[in-house]
């Protein structure tokens, strides 16, 4: 029961790596809001586990105010916990052919979304003078692949934020962190990899030195230790969950 009486939100928790940190901060001790823009996917999540689902668009400054109303109704405020994981992609292909409506959802989702989360959440947390935020940010910010430029830039930018949010925010006691996870068994895979053969799969698994991909456990391992009270002199770190493939 590391997160017992803890609050969280976590977004896009209504499917892949976002489920399985929010099935473990429940069964941690924690209360989650799984705040998805896919509500049909948030409820059957939240019922597995025993979480609070909420229709959110992470990219929208309106709809996440909503979440914050959500949040005091549910919680009476900001969480103690805040993992930003809602993420897309455009699908593979060369940098000068990808669209600008493409571009912009990217950026939109990936990035202007941790804005809009620390515009909502951030000054609360500053004045309570605790918290966690956890940004799921990629290896393609620190290794790119090429093919998927304006994703990687986004997590570029991700990790970029962590660490000034991070300083900012440290003196206010509010911890923030990123992790860094390799391609992993979700469904957002496919869009990866533009094609799911077993040929693609081998030649990104050429890439990982131990020999697979990641899991949404792996990663809610890895939150678990960062948002828990256990990681209370990490901040501004962002941490390869990636079997080695950023060596
Ligand atoms: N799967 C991988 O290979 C991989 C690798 C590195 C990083 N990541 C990152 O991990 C995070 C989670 O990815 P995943 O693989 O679990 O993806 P996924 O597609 O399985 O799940 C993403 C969830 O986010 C939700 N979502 C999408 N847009 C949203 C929005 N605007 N507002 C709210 N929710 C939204 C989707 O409905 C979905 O439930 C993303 O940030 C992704 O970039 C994934």
Redesign the pocket.
């Known amino acids: 029961m590391r997160l017992q009486g803890k609050t969280a939100i976590v ?2 928790a ?5 489920a399985g940190i929010a099935r473990r901060f429940v069964q941690e001790g924690a209360r989650v809001i799984l ?4 509500p049909a ?1 948030a409820e059957a999540v939240a019922a597995e586990i025993g979480g609070i689902a909420v229709a ?4 929208d400054g309106a709809s996440v105010a909503a979440l914050a109303e959500a949040a005091k109704a549910a919680f009476g405020g900001a969480p103690d916990i805040l993992v930003n ?5 455009h699908l593979p292909g060369f940098m000068e052919e990808i669209s600008e409506a493409d571009f912009d959802r990217v950026l939109a ?2 990035a202007k979304s941790i804005y809009l989360m620390a515009r909502a959440f951030a000054g609360e947390m500053k004045a309570r003078r605790s918290g966690a935020i956890l940004n ?1 940010a ?3 910010g620190v290794s790119p692949r090429p093919k998927l430029s304006w994703y990687n830039a986004s ?1 570029g930018f991700v990790i970029t934020a962590t660490r000034a949010m991070a300083v900012e925010l440290a003196p206010f006691g509010v911890r923030v962190n990123a992790l860094n ?4 068994e ?4 496919a869009s ?1 990899m533009g094609e799911d053969t077993p040929e693609m799969r081998a030649k990104f698994l050429s890439t990982i030195p131990l020999g697979r991909f990641s899991t949404p456990e792996d990663l809610a391992n890895a939150a678990l230790y960062l948002c828990s009270d256990e990681a209370s002199m990490v901040t501004g770190v962002a941490m390869e969950v990636d079997g080695g493939r950023c060596i």
Do not use: W, Y
């Open positions: 977004t896009g209504g499917s892949g790596f976002g705040a998805d823009i896919n996917a959110c668009n992470v990219a994981n809602a993420g897309v992609t989702v990936n799921i990629s290896t393609a997590k996870p390799v391609a992993g979700t469904p957002l895979l990866f």
